[in-house]
């Protein structure tokens, strides 16, 4: 049958336990301001892969129905974001996006801000402006090889990450990333073996003998080559253009943050911020104005204790069939149709090809509380046309987002 389609503003993916989470679909400035009643002072870390001023547009190719995600490519190509701002307008945004930043920080809290050769001189002086000169802790260089070569300059091949704390009292944690080496220290040194089987090496110098195990950790320098950027086939993409590998959040949320502490990314994109936070248990903020990134979240974040906060503009018409059954404790709940409309979208073999993940759950006076989902992955690109809730009191609804990250929402009878 038919449903009522209703409006939601917050969506929550409630779990008892672990780390918790939101994510704010919008801009950033307005999104950061309207954090501040709350957070001001309480983010002990900021991360933000911000646009690079490159004057592209980006897309992202959408999987559509099970075919496509089982053979791992997308066929429709949608916009995710636009690089194109004359310098005094990227600067403007980016001085308001940092001046945000500050405030919400903690005395204790750090920024990392990822760029490019076009953009980095120019943020770097909003940086020392803002944060101070003297807070400037390093100017990471992450290294890699991935991409073409040229024949008409020197082939680019690193970013820069600016590393800023708030004050003196910043609480950074390098023994969380330090990793084995790669290889042994050997250059003038005698090789030996301690009577555990441990293998040291030795140099005298300057009256000191000085020893150095092989098996010892290091902390990495500001010269990151260890970490590869994602090959086009690898298997954490998700299709959004610039995504930034797991390996590198996973670094700099350990540390530069611990458990229970509260991470932010105000230009999300991938969600890989905040699936990096989740697995190191700490709390997480992201932000993007792409709604493209809701679908990507509510596959990073499966199982985790989160919020959606969505906005209802341009929302197009939509229409959705499902019917209610009635069980020992559940209701049980059939996807029987959906339709909405997607300017170019070729005609679909299915109609149900158009649902990217759906969910059934609970309207409460915070919004609407998700029972029970499905979203389509690699390795499950089929359409589960059923899900079960447990029987609550209050008011059944269900969610159906489209390839194009739009969620619409219903309320189903009982």
């Given amino acids: 049958m038919a449903l009522e389609r209703i409006q939601v503003t917050a969506e929550r993916h409630p779990v008892s336990g672990g780390p918790r989470g939101m994510f704010l679909l919008g801009d950033a400035v307005e999104r950061m301001e309207g954090l501040l009643g709350e957070y001001e002072g309480k983010i002990k870390l900021i991360y933000m892969d911000p646009p690079f001023m490159t004057g592209d547009r980006f897309y992202m190719r959408v999987r559509v129905g099970e075919k496509e995600w089982r053979q ?14 004359d310098r005094a307008e990227y600067l403007a945004m980016m001085r308001r996006v940092l001046e945000l930043s500050r405030r919400l920080l903690s005395d204790e809290g750090m920024i990392f801000v990822h760029l490019d050769y076009r953009a980095h001189p120019h943020v770097r002086l909003l940086m020392d402006e803002i944060f101070g000169e003297d807070n400037l802790l390093n100017e990471i260089i992450w290294v890699y090889q991935s991409g073409g070569r040229s024949i008409h300059h020197f082939s680019r091949k690193h970013d ?8 003196d009292r910043y609480d950074f944690n390098i023994d969380a990333v330090k990793a084995p080496r790669d290889k042994p220290r050997t250059s003038h040194m005698r090789r030996h073996v301690d009577p555990d089987g441990r293998v040291y090496r030795s140099i005298r110098s300057g009256g000191r003998v000085y020893t150095y195990y092989d098996d010892d950790p290091i902390a990495p320098t500001d010269v ?10 690898d298997p954490e993409r998700t299709g959004f253009d610039v995504q930034k590998p797991l390996a590198l959040l996973d670094r700099i949320v350990k540390c530069a943050s611990r458990p229970g502490d509260w991470v932010l990314d105000p230009f999300a ?5 905040l699936e990096a936070a989740r697995r190191n248990g700490r709390n997480f903020i992201g932000i993007d104005r792409s709604p493209l990134t809701l679908n990507i979240a509510r596959r990073r974040l499966t199982g985790a204790d989160y919020s959606l906060f969505l906005n209802n503009e341009n929302r197009p018409e939509s229409v959705c069939d499902a019917v209610v059954h009635a069980g020992v404790g559940f209701y ?45 992955s690699k390795r499950e690109g089929a359409l589960a046309r059923e899900l079960a809730v447990p029987a609550y009191a209050g008011e059944l609804a269900l969610c159906a987002s489209d390839i194009t990250g739009i969620s619409h929402y219903f309320a189903l009878p009982r």
């Fill in 160 to 167: 820069v990450i600016l590393f800023y704390r708030k004050s």
């Fill in 269 to 273: 994109g991938s969600a890989t911020t």
């Fill in 72 to 85: 791992g490519k997308g066929s429709f190509a949608l916009e995710s974001f636009s690089d194109r701002f």
């Fill in 224 to 233: 990151w080559q260890d970490l590869p950027h994602l090959q086009q086939k």
């Fill in 332 to 376: 049980h709940v059939i996807l029987e149709g959906f339709s909405t409309d997607i300017p170019g979208l070729p005609e679909l073999a299915d109609p149900l090809d158009i649902v990217d993940n759906w969910s059934v759950g609970y309207l409460r006076s915070d919004g609407y509380h998700v029972m029970a989902e499905f979203a389509r």
